[in-house]
């Protein structure tokens, strides 16, 4: 440690640590632009000049570090004048433009120019002008003339997103940030720029002139999409939601949200909302209010069961819906007398569940995914399903930890990967078998599985038995593959023999949530593969969801359900017009109370932060008047509080029950040696909202989902040029037109076609077979 005065406080902080950071714990403010925390030091803006005893000039407070004994004041004359000094000259060029600028109320130049600045400029010259740059439809870089070169954003592209996409131009006045010869920019979190953003150069494009800072309430809630449960502070103008952006949580977004978090929330206010209880009379909808509604769903489900069981009724929801909701459903189907109900409709192998009472999870908590020193992921496509993990992992791999992997193709993650075994995802199994070869051999120890300890997989051995802190993470693929169970049980085999904790990086915002209030099948009930296949269900409950987009076989389920007597549909938007008989208007998330259970394992409860849109409820009170209207037992609830107390106990310390371990066997699976399909969930695609925000669906990412990556043999055979398209068909469904992309990272009898795409919605199993031709 080294001790140092600040402003006559005496101030002890770890050797090799700034100024800057001394005065952070002094609570001593330095004005500065370019410094960031989570960001490398630059020292471009000056702002934060401070006088040190000794020195013959000003010094930057976050480029100079300390010494034993070091005498600093940052409010004497000398540091002021050099601030105010070095402000004179930010504003030389700067726009007078304070009264239209989307920054203006939360500006930190505006702020400091307060404090710091003259009344009048003594500069006469004309002002530098630059160009405004359409960079996509996220990120508004309209007014760069109001830039101060701060690099900011083009640091956190570099060591936060992991790709470079905005960069410093030219030298003195002609410098411009921009992109690489005007492309646009397509990170996943790159709306976390615009936060960065000291000034109101880069700006967000959906929220651009529609509120000013000072009208709009901000109010805590937490994100739907993914399992990181990234903490956000929605902003709200009347009733209607104007921006999302992060609150800082050090254990789980840090300061960073992703895209999809952010401006998502255009869907809440898009036309694709449902306002009213809808019913389909005569193939066409027609708006009810609800006592007609609910009263048409109880009656119907009487029907069902009256004329051909209650195990002819069953639940499906997505991950996304909360516990409140979740649970609320299960205790309805279960009241009525069936045990359809579950969550998992993109699994293949129902069989891979926890132990009684207990949750797959992380296996270890998000913040420590920035400090592993060695990772393996298996069957994930990491940047796009979870890109606030990735982030983490990136971090780590920049401070030296080695990340492998066991994919089905050569995703760029945006961080250096060690190791990295491709193969098909049937050959997973086997690969990570491989692996386990190498580490009994290492060990000497007997191989759990039959497998070759090939050079690839003694790599991955010698990476995952050395270095201290070790991770094995199991992607959204491994946990919807058809071996899951064989996966987990030598996941777990490969951890127990590495030191390393073993987790799901779990798919949607509630995953853990929904295996702790047991929205899972029982008493013999179906589980969503049954459900969703021949016509077994008379009856359907979906909530939230949309069985063709969010389904594993997207086919079948829209069979099943057109099969289906009745089907009601309880979402926030005009979803399932095919298929559905009733249409719940349910609240999303910003419109009612609830919780979700991230990956690992944290509950974190949220409020409404506007009213319901028109006619809409939150869910959980809907199924509360349909119990009643059922006559059902338990539906006496007057907050979702007492819900969330009835679904998840007292308190929310889950720690025991959570687990990873399987008693599963591991099995060896031959495949058929035909072409198999490789499906990724775009990240624009995974969810009701994320697929109805405009500005989302116009973005790079989702604009190119609908493509069939086809290896390099494959392509040759197929004779296909750019540009080309391929007609694909699977045994008992339907066939897809995409266009097609020559993926040399694929193995050779491997086909990337997503799913939860419309176009890709006539196909069969994520995980099946594909016969593909030349369109």
Known sequence: MVEIELDGQKVEVLEGSMVMHAAEKAGAYIPHFCYHKKLSIAANCRMCLVDVEKAPKPMPACATPVTQGMIVRTKSDKAVKAQQGVMEFLLINHPLDCPICDQGGECQLQDLAVGYGSGKSRYTEEKRVVFHKNVGPLISMEEMSRCIHCTRCVRFGQEVAGVMELGMAHRGEHSEIQTFVGRSVDSELSGNMIDICPVGALTSKPFRYSARTWELSRRKSVAPHDSTGANLIVQVKGQQVMRVVPLENEDVNECWIADRDRFSYESLNGDQRVTAPMIKQGGAWKQVDWSTALEYVANGLKLVKAEHGAAAIGALATGHSTVEELHLLAKLVRGIGSGNVDYRQRHADFANVAPAGSAQWLGTSIASLSEVDRALVVGSFLRKDH??????????????????????????????????????????????????????????????????????????????????????????????????????????????????????????????????????????????????????????????????????????????????????????????????????????FTETSGTFVNAEGRAQSFVGVVKPLAETRPGWKILRVLGNLLALDGFEQESSEQVKTEALGVGSDFAGRLSNATGASIQAVSTNGGIERLANVPIYATDALVRNSTSLQLTTDAKTAAVAGIPSALWTQLGLIEGARVRITQDGAGAAELAAKLDASLPANVVRVPAGLAETAALGSMFGALNLSKA
């Open 387 to 588: 890109p606030l993990f990735a982030q983490r992992l990136r971090q780590a791999a920049r401070r030296g930890a080695k990340i492998s992997a066991i994919v089905g193709g050569e995703e760029d993650w945006l961080m250096r990967v060690a190791n990295r075994i491709v193969s098909a995802p049937s050959a997973w199994l086997q690969s990570l078998a491989d692996v386990a070869a190498a580490i009994a051999a290492s060990n000497g120890v007997a191989a759990p599985a039959a497998g070759e300890a090939t050079d690839a997989a003694k790599a991955v051995a010698a990476s995952l038995l050395s270095g201290a802190k070790k991770v094995v993470l199991l992607g959204n693929a491994a946990a919807q593959h058809p071996q899951a169970a064989s996966l987990l049980a030598l996941a777990n085999w490969i951890a127990a023999q590495t030191g390393a904790s073993v987790g799901y990086l779990t798919e949607a915002a509630n995953t853990v949530g929904a295996q702790l209030v047991k929205f899972l099948p029982s008493d013999g009930g179906l589980n969503a593969g049954q459900m969703l296949a021949g016509d077994k269900l008379k009856a359907v409950l979906l909530l939230n969801t949309d069985p063709v987009l969010d389904s594993a076989n997207a086919a079948a389920a829209a069979k099943a359900l057109n099969a289906a007597e009745m089907v009601v549909v309880m979402s926030p938007f005009k979803t399932g017009l095919e298929y559905a008989d009733v249409i719940l208007p349910t609240a999303p």
